[in-house]
């Protein structure tokens, strides 16, 4: 089983100051805030999740130049944090630009809300 392979869309929470690794790689940390609405079961569901991220080399480069509030889309897979934990981190091998701050979040598309 190789699949291993996420894309998700969401706003920059944080980011940690560039740092290198032993071996010398651009390494930068930082966690992406994601709002959407998703269809489970024939039903819609509010999603809001804060995930941990880092970037190495290049990608870790052009990222340190980014600053909370960003919107971004980030591309790569899922590994544990270090070999002692269990807690999931998403390795970003590509990060683009967003324009659009919504992320599926349309408060207009909500049934009951805003009637009256």
Known sequence: MDA?????????AQVEPL????AGLPLLQFKLAHKSVQIEAGFKRQVECEVNCVALG???TQLSRITAGTPISVTGFLNRKNRMSAQLVLHATKTDLLKDTNHGNDEQSRPGEGEG
Do not use: D, M
């Not at 740092?19 to 032993?22: D, E």
């Open 4 to 12: 291993n392979a996420v894309t998700l869309e969401g706003t920059v």
């Open 19 to 22: 740092r290198h690794t032993p």
């Open 58 to 60: 290049e990608a870790a």
